[in-house]
C-alpha cells in the first residue's frame, strides 16, 4: 500500500511540473512571452487528458490503437520466438556460432530504423512492413540475452547431469532452458518497448492507419496536445502489456527464489 502511495505521489508531481512548465506563476514571466509558447511546445495536461477522453467515448481511437496493437504483437512474438530459437542452437553449436558470428554482428551494428523504407517496398504500406521493422529490433535484444544464458551454464552442473546418464533433450529441458529463462525474461521487458517503436516508426514512414499515423498528422497540424495524448496512450499499452510478460514470468519462474527467500537464507 505504502509502495502505490508513493509511485502515485510521484505521478502527481510530474503532473504538476507539467503544468507549472505551460501555466505562468512558477517560471518567469518572459518563458510565457509570444502567445504561452511553453504551452505550444509541452503541451497542456487538461487539454490532453480531454482529447484522450474523446478519442474513447467517440471510440475514434479504437482503430488506429488496433492496428498498432496487432503489429506490435506480432513483432514482438516472431521477434522473440526467432531470437529464442536461434540463440539457443548457435550456443548450442560451436561450428554453427563460429560461421555466424561475424554475420550476426553486422546485422547488430546495422541501425535498423534506416530498414524501414526497405521494409515498405518489399512488404508494402500494410501492417507487415512494420512487423519486420518490429521483429529485427526485439531479435537481437532476445537473442543475445539467450545466447549469454545458455552459455553460461556451469559445466559442472551439465558433467553431473551426463554422468547420470542424461540425454541431449533432457539436458535442453531441465537445464540449458531454465538457465535461459531467466535472460528472456529479462530482454522481453526491453523489448516491448522496440515493439511499439518498430510500429510507431514504420506508421510515421507510411500508414493510414495506427496512433502513429494520428501522431503524425497532429504533428503537422502543429496540435501538441494530440501529440502528447497519443505519446500517453502507447505509453499505457505498453505498461499493460509489460505486465502481461511480468505475469508469465511469474507463473513460468516458480522455481526462481523471490529476492525475500533468498535474504532469509
Known sequence: MKLRV?????FAALILLWHSLTKPGLLPNFYF????????????????FWVIVEWFTSFEIFEH??????????GFLIGAVSGLAIGLWLALSNTASAVMEPYIKGLNSMPRVVLAPIFAVWFGLGIWSKVALGVTLVFFVVFFNVYQGVREV????????????ASRNQLLRSIY???AMSWVFASLHNA???AFVGAVVGEYLGSSKGVGYLILQAEGTFDINTVFAGIIVLTGFALVLDALVTLVEQR???????????EKV
Open 6 to 10: 508513493l509511485q502515485f505521489a510521484v
Open 33 to 48: 512571452e509570444q502567445d504561452n509558447r511553453a504551452a505550444f511546445f509541452f503541451g497542456e495536461p487538461a487539454k490532453v
Open 65 to 74: 490503437l488496433w492496428v498498432t496493437l496487432l503489429e506490435t504483437l506480432l
Open 154 to 165: 556451469s559445466p559442472t552442473l551439465l558433467a553431473n547431469a551426463r554422468m547420470l546418464g
Open 177 to 179: 532452458l531454465p538457465s
Open 192 to 194: 516491448v518497448g522496440l
Open 252 to 262: 513460468l519462474m516458480t522455481w526462481q527464489p523471490r529476492a525475500s527467500e533468498t
